[in-house]
């Protein structure tokens, strides 16, 4: 058995950088990132969740804004509705409430589609009072749930897929961090020598290597089981990992790193407020706990 991505899902990924690296989000839609959750009949790719967790780890590399994961992941799992064509066509975008995980909207006074999840029901919600986040891509409301709609399709799915998705971008943002703090490393000079060559920066760096790696293969396990053990164990060690990768890139850049005009500064904001969202540390610790 082949335990790697495909060449088919390497390609993908090269895609999304080169995408968001050159033209940014608009050029998404083309590529079929809306698309990889939403069934054939309604123009999508039905892909597996595996390819999702591909998708999402760029989304995250690239700290792309926007309700993606409400959109691409979630919705998808919540509705079998022709609103999916639209989110095939990147045309849609949806904000989900998730209570008591997700009690705020992301960019809700913008999403055509707003859901607030009342156990298996769904329910039309009004965009209320706007909050801020400690990270400033993140316009989070206050929501007022109004009647109900329908069904969901499954729920518990839906955040299962809420969680994965969050979990591939901090993925992203902590390799982020680590290739920009060892490009740092290599240019930065303290005492006539580059920093990188220190051995303590030697060491701090190896550590979010190994911190990463070791979280990824249980990420990509979540995304074949899709089991709720699976998908919090691998949200705990991604977010701990990229929480190492923050940290350790604020340590290698020094003050400049946290500046608001230094790319590393968005990054350590977007790192603290995905590893809250779609559950808490504390909340996936204790299902993993449980299900021992």
Same mark, same amino acid.
């Given at each position: 058995?082949?335990?790697?991505?495909?060449?088919?899902?390497?390609?993908?990924?090269?895609?999304?950088?080169?995408?968001?690296?050159?033209?940014?989000?608009?050029?998404?839609?083309?590529?079929?990132?809306?698309?990889?959750?939403? *069934?054939?009949?309604?123009?999508?790719?039905?892909?597996?969740?595996?390819?999702?967790?591909?998708?999402?780890? &760029?989304?995250?590399?690239?700290?792309?804004?926007? *309700?993606?994961?409400?959109?691409?992941?979630?919705?998808?799992?919540?509705?079998?509705?022709?609103?999916?064509?639209?989110?095939?066509?990147?045309?849609?975008?949806?904000?989900?409430?998730?209570?008591?995980?997700? *009690?705020?909207?992301?960019?809700?006074?913008?999403?055509?589609?707003?859901?607030?999840?009342?156990?298996?029901?769904?329910?039309?919600?009004?965009?209320?009072?706007?909050?801020?986040?400690?990270?400033?891509?993140?316009?989070?409301?206050?929501?007022?749930?109004?009647?109900?709609?329908?069904?969901?399709?499954?729920?518990?799915?839906?955040?299962?897929?809420?969680?994965?998705?969050?979990?591939?971008?901090?993925?992203?943002?902590?390799?982020?961090?680590?290739?920009?703090?060892?490009?740092?490393?290599?240019?930065?000079? &303290?005492?006539?020598?580059?920093?990188?060559?220190? &051995?303590?920066?030697?060491?701090?760096?190896?550590?979010?290597?190994?911190?990463?790696e070791l979280a990824k293969p249980l990420l990509y396990a979540a995304a074949l089981s899709l089991s709720p053990r699976d998908v919090s164990a691998a949200k705990v060690a991604v977010a701990d990992a990229a929480q190492l990768a923050a940290r350790t890139g604020l340590q290698v850049h020094g003050?400049?790193?946290?500046?608001?005009?230094? *790319?590393?500064?968005?990054?350590?904001?977007?790192?603290?407020?995905?590893?809250?969202?779609?559950?808490? &540390?504390?909340?996936?610790?204790?299902?993993?706990?449980?299900?021992?």
């Amino acid at each position: 058995m082949r335990f790697a991505l495909s060449q088919e899902q390497l390609d993908f990924a090269a895609s999304i950088d080169a995408c968001l690296t050159e033209t940014g989000p608009k050029g998404l839609a083309e590529l079929g990132v809306p698309a990889l959750l939403v *069934p054939e009949r309604f123009d999508g790719l039905d892909a597996s969740t595996v390819d999702l967790v591909v998708a999402f780890d &760029q989304l995250g590399y690239h700290a792309t804004p926007g *309700p993606w994961v409400d959109t691409v992941a979630v919705l998808p799992a919540l509705l079998d509705d022709e609103i999916l064509a639209g989110v095939a066509a990147g045309e849609t975008w949806a904000s989900i409430v998730y209570p008591p995980h997700v *009690p705020y909207a992301l960019d809700a006074d913008t999403a055509e589609a707003r859901i607030f999840v009342d156990g298996d029901d769904l329910r039309a919600f009004t965009a209320g009072r706007g909050l801020s986040s400690v990270d400033k891509s993140r316009r989070l409301f206050e929501v007022e749930p109004g009647e109900i709609i329908g069904k969901a399709a499954d729920a518990a799915r839906a955040f299962e897929l809420g969680a994965l998705a969050t979990t591939a971008q901090l993925l992203g943002l902590g390799r982020w961090l680590l290739d920009n703090s060892v490009a740092y490393a290599k240019q930065r000079k &303290q005492y006539g020598r580059e920093i990188g060559r220190y &051995q303590a920066i030697k060491h701090l760096l190896a550590e979010v290597v190994t911190r990463l790696e070791l979280a990824k293969p249980l990420l990509y396990a979540a995304a074949l089981s899709l089991s709720p053990r699976d998908v919090s164990a691998a949200k705990v060690a991604v977010a701990d990992a990229a929480q190492l990768a923050a940290r350790t890139g604020l340590q290698v850049h020094g003050a400049i790193g946290y500046t608001a005009e230094h *790319p590393l500064g968005a990054r350590l904001t977007k790192v603290r407020a995905l590893i809250a969202a779609w559950g808490t &540390q504390g909340f996936h610790r204790a299902r993993v706990l449980e299900s021992l």
